[in-house]
């Protein structure tokens, strides 16, 4: 099944942050070895040269590294893939409270709802 993009966004990009999202979910666990840049462009379809693009900034990252025996693997150091899950929950976090802003809600009134959404 392919990938869904935003045409508004370089598609490289969005294949970088699905790839984390990957990767910090465990889809593609520390120290496996990630599908090869021809799978991954047949999935997502795109062409190779944007998916060795994405792939060349996670090794940039340090989330994954090549490795000449056995491919591209996911890094299997731990807290590089837990810094990337507190990133992405802090982004996910920022969009949520900027949202709530928009509705006119404070910091205090979002913990507010949510405590109660909570207690129900």
Partial sequence: MKWTFDENRPIWLQ???????????G???PGQRLPSVRELSCEAGVNP???Q???AQLE???LAVTNRTV???VTGDSAVIGDLRQRLAREKIEEFLT?????????GEV????RDGKEQ
Avoid: D, F
């Fill in 111 to 114: 913990v507010g709802l949510l």
């Fill in 27 to 29: 889809v593609y666990p």
């Fill in 71 to 73: 491919g591209r693997q």
């Fill in 99 to 107: 949202s709530m802003e928009v509705l006119g809600y404070s910091a």
């Fill in 60 to 62: 940039i990252e340090g």
């Fill in 53 to 55: 693009r994405a792939l």
């Fill in 49 to 51: 040269n944007t998916m």
């Fill in 15 to 25: 294949l970088i942050e699905r790839l984390r999202q990957r990767i910090a979910t």
